[in-house]
């Protein structure tokens, strides 16, 4: 893990992850008065109504969280109420952040949260597989090198059995035309499992699952319209929403914030399109279609031919029922139609009955072994199970709505320590309140409440029934205990280097997967004779003077936690140093906890006091700081810090993934942190003004290696004093965060005509929309181009040039140990007046020269410098901070280009 960014408020509402579960956890949003898209009241109301009866099925699939068709899942599952899910191979792990420092699995993190959030909106489910992303990959063939193909294919295949789709729809085409390796892989991952998914000799049972047969599988034509054998209108408008199918793919769209991806919610008739490639029923020609399920009849008549006889009479019974409620709803009098969805739901409950065993779902154990649930009897048609089940999900959904209970679950604080058995001292318990109100005109009874703890449920025995009449609120006091983290499920068991995560998966999705770690309050009620639980999550309520009403999610941590600084600090090797170091450590207990703070330095260092002892209040973090000296031997050198209190010695460090558009996270790990002792020479006259960037590290790096270094705001560069400065730099993609920055492009060029030393970072492909802003013309292709191997060859143009031997000689070892990839969106053209320094190149690709670029202007120096420093700067990598130290040197006199 690396640089974790701590964001402050969660919004509340809609994103206050409060839902209500019926008994098989359909979601809907705050208290029970919403739905998966946020709407309440009447308009949640009639949409769960809509969605009763509606039994068709569609697993998209793409590689990342910002791959989706949002437009077509907004269009399946909220404008036709068909059950629709999103399966992205990876999190996202290797791409870039524009709103926070996270890299890494904590940008996954963010980025899963960030799906959930999109997900919410345009009414999807979620899936993910293992696969870890590494980052660009030019080809399938460089993926499957990272990812085990048939591991990945596995997951595919799980997923599609668990889900069981009728339709599958894979966002890319699986050949180079897609462009990233990953999108590659899974357009091919896609069509292979649609054509395996029902070898159950490949695939076992006891492994993946029941077969099952997908009648339809098409492919994305978003991007090739004139290829489309299907278009579909996604700007259709919905009356009850108020919005249009697009609007709300929009606003899910732009979810995906740390991707800069906000969307304009615009009306009209916004065309989607697909292609049909394989197809077990329907029109023989794809173009003869006329929607995406002909030849699917996802109908209760294509599947009441198949009912025992027994239950076709009570399934018209309870269908009648519901067209009867839908008949009669009324957006005044909801509880008007109570009866009705009881009466549908109790039969429906029948049918299944009278359907005999369901088909198990396939879990995994935390070992990774097999779980097939022991079952009697045979298994009736999948479809049938499926039908019937995702039926009564719907109306007990739309039953909870129309009568008018909502629950609230509140605690006094939003962390809960987690119960070690070894710290008898403490209290770990939380006392929660649980509320239910009855806000119809009709009387409902309360059978039961308590609290869900991670891992086993707890609480006192069920309070007698109690009648709950209209206008009335009941609550009760429960306690709740916490014995696992609440702590992403995928990351428990590490992962297989850069490649894919070792927890396996298995019919959850990730909401569903997510709950198993969230405190939860469920109250089983009584409403028109049917009994459901309506579940809640515990929630720490705050009145925030701007924001108002701020909830959220009670988290179970650690007692006490203790964390160093950046996973990775750079040093100067073989040179005196002294430094402080801080030691953040919290309590997440509600009184005072005396804790010992251990601090473990590597060989050659010396810390002023090895143990600190400090008294800490409730819920109180305190930063305690060790000063160490001595020297370090050139490479990596381990500190580790431990806290002992209550019998406890605790070594585990809490990151904090909060941002307003998503519901927080915390990411565990040990308390270490890496320092990578260089080799460095620092020239004493230089002065660096740092502009930082996207999850850009430099400035602290160079403040690390006793360079004088400091932050530059980019709205004060018009009245700032340059001259203070030898050298300013500009971070990765400052054009895109800064969007002041190029109003002032002409006072930095005239700094550097002056004398001085600009270093810009690289730029996405949009520096093509920011004429100007270098010396000497650069023009990039629509795809620029990458050097993605982190090992590419190395060839230097002209090793005697200052930048690669003042005040360091950059060699070969310099190059050693890169991550993740050389150099990102290099120029295609390069103006003659640059000097190139560097050549590179993936295997089998035309030699780039656009990775380190040059030139005098005046009598000072201009480079722009594409090589993907900011991820070797993350990683400790010694070659890139020496050349980072090379880059601000001053220009020295520099007359032209060398």
Sequence with gaps: MTGFGCRMVLNAAARAAAFVIGTAGMAASLGGQGSPGGERGAAALAAALASAGTTGRVLTIAAHPDD???PIIAWLARGHHVETAYLSLTRGDGGQNLIGNEVGEALGALRTQELLAARRLDGGRQYFTRAYDFGFSKSAEETYRHWPKDSILGDVVRVMRAFRPHVVIAFFTGTPRDGHGHHQVSGLLAREAYDAVGDTVRFPVAGYGLPWTPAKFYRSARQAPERATLRVNTGAYDPVSGRSHYEIAADSRSQHKSQGFGMLQEKGVRWGYLTREASRVGPERPDAEQSLFDGVDTTWAGV????????????????????????????????????????????????????????????????????????????????????????RERVEAALVLASGVAVEATAARSFLPMREAEATAVEDSLAVRIAVYNRGRTASTILGAQILGVGRPIGDPPPPPRELLPDSMWSVDRWAVGFELTSPWWRVLGRQGDDWFHAPIDARDERQQQARSALTAAVTVRLGGEVVTVRAPIVYRTADPVQGDVQRAVMVVPGVTVQLGRPISYIRADLPVTRTLAVRVRSAYPHAVTAMVQLDVPPGLVADSSVRVRTLAADEEQTVLFTVRGRLPEGRHGVRASVRYAEVVAANAAYAVEYPHIDPIRLHGAAVSTLSAVRVAVDPAVR???????????????????????????????????????????????????????????????????????????????????????PYPLQWAARAARVTQEDAPIRVLDPTHPLLTTPNRITARDWVGWVQERATYMPERIDPRYTA???????????????????????????????????????????AARLLVNLIETARGTTGPR
């Design 68 to 70: 989706e068709d949002t």
């Design 304 to 391: 009441a031919d198949r009912l025992p006889p027994s239950a076709r009479p009570v399934l018209d019974s309870a269908l009648a029922a519901l067209a009867a409620g839908r008949a009669r709803y009324r957006p005044d009098t909801p509880d008007a139609i109570v009866p009705l969805l009881a009466q549908a739901h109790r039969q429906l409950g029948d049918v299944s009955q009278l359907l005999g065993t369901p088909p198990p779902l396939y879990l995994v154990s935390a070992a990774g072994t097999a779980a097939m649930p022991a079952t009697r009897g045979t298994h009736a048609d999948p479809a049938l199970h499926d039908a019937v089940r995702l039926t």
């Design 688 to 774: 660096v003004g740092y502009l930082t960037g996207v999850a850009d590290p430099g400035l602290e790096v160079l403040q690390q290696l006793a360079v004088r270094a400091e932050p530059l705001e980019a709205s004060r560069l018009g009245d700032a004093d340059l001259s203070r400065y030898t050298t300013i730099v500009l971070g990765p993609r400052a054009y895109e965060t800064h969007p002041s920055l190029i109003q002032y492009t002409a006072r930095l060029l005239d700094f550097v005509r002056r004398g001085g030393t600009l270093v810009v970072q690289y730029g996405a492909q949009n520096m093509n929309t920011f004429p100007g802003v270098t």
């Design 837 to 879: 320094l560097l050549a590179m190149q993936d295997p089998g690709e035309p030699e780039q020269r656009g990775a380190l670029l040059t030139t005098a202007l005046g009598s000072g120096r201009y480079s722009y410098v594409t090589l993907a420093l900011f991820r070797q700067l993350e990683g400790g990598v010694p070659g």
